[in-house]
């Protein structure tokens, strides 16, 4: 898959609730979002188990969404 770029028309996409940009955005920021919500734990044995935290993942995904629709586009 080749790498996502975020560029000013994406942003506008999200901005008018395009489902598509909105995808897009939230793929772009997808590793990060699961390196914080997964956690660690250790058993008697001394063996990590590491899980992720989907609903928290999708609280935040829907927070940075509605914060988007926000943002206020400055033009030069």
């Known amino acids: 898959m080749s790498r996502i770029t975020l560029t000013m028309e994406l942003i506008q996409g999200v901005l008018r609730g395009e489902e598509a940009a909105q995808k897009i955005i939230l793929q772009y920021y997808d590793q990060y979002l699961n390196s914080l919500v997964t ?5 008697e044995n001394g063996n990590k188990h590491y ?3 989907e609903d928290l993942k999708i609280q935040i995904q829907y927070k940075y969404l509605e914060a988007i629709k926000k943002w206020k586009v400055i033009k030069k």
Do not use: P, V
């Open 39 to 43: 956690t660690m734990t250790e058993d």
């Open 51 to 53: 899980q992720l935290d």
